[in-house]
């Protein structure tokens, strides 16, 4: 009789406050779990994450289909981090192109693909012509070309900073058309990148305030006549 009426009493708890209770939960595993118990945790669990601005997959074994269908419920989403790392968020071409078609992308400031060697060109341009509010972008450790450089140049007019670390694709091509036309943009991080210093002295020449990172890039020639190749 006595759990009968624990069971009842659950029952009886608000939405607003089962929301709020599953917002605090961290592990997307458990949320899952939550929204098996009933059609009211469900519905509780789909209210938290229609709550929440930032979501971060870093370190969450998170693929193409589970990952959309979190982004889906997330309306009110302003940060998206699907960093892959060893065991974590492994999202490809297909899942950035499902994430592009989700409410929020068109409201989201920051993204941070860092490390998905899963993802090309084909993806990022799909996700990026529809997410036209961002101011920072970290796309670094990926396969990317200038191709994408062009759809962000093109996308992106907030813009104000991003990440190209070890991006060895990139040429200093879509470099210069970045900068040009993101009048935005206030850094830049190009370490690991095959260009040469005279790309980086024109993108000052362009934009004198950018901050180019790691600093001291163009301060001296001899030390830095090209980014290392490992």
């Known amino acids: 009789m006595r759990r009968g009426v624990e069971e009842a009493e659950i029952d009886r708890l608000p939405i607003d406050l089962l929301a709020h209770i599953f917002s605090l939960i961290t592990c997307f595993k458990d949320l899952a779990q939550a929204s098996r118990v009933c059609r009211k945790w469900k519905q509780g669990v789909e209210e938290s994450l229609a709550r929440r601005e930032k979501l971060s997959f870093s370190g969450w074994k998170m693929d ?3 990952t959309t269908r979190l982004v889906f419920l997330a309306y009110s989403l302003k940060e998206l981090d699907i960093s892959r790392s060893r065991w974590g ?3 490809t071409d297909y899942g950035l192109h499902q994430l592009s078609m989700a409410k929020c992308i068109g409201n989201l400031s920051s993204v941070s693909l860092w490390g998905s060697t899963g993802i090309t060109d084909k993806g990022v341009i ?5 997410a036209t509010s961002l101011q920072h972008l970290n796309i670094g450790g ?3 070309t200038d ?3 062009f759809a962000i140049a093109d996308s992106c007019p907030r813009l104000k900073s991003l990440v190209l670390w070890g991006c060895r694709q990139v040429t200093e091509d879509g470099l210069i058309i970045v900068v040009n036309k993101c009048r ?5 991080n190009v370490w690991g990148m095959r260009v040469p210093l005279d790309c980086f002295i ?3 020449t362009i934009r004198p305030a950018l901050q180019i990172q790691p600093k001291g890039v163009v301060l001296n020639e001899d030390r830095f006549p090209i980014w290392p190749i490992h």
């Open 64 to 66: 193409d289909e589970s």
């Open 89 to 91: 968020c492994q999202i």
């Open 126 to 130: 799909q996700l990026i012509s529809r």
């Open 142 to 144: 990926t396969f990317i």
């Open 147 to 149: 191709a994408s450089l």
């Open 184 to 188: 935005k943009l206030e850094s830049i």
């Open 202 to 204: 024109a993108l000052l």
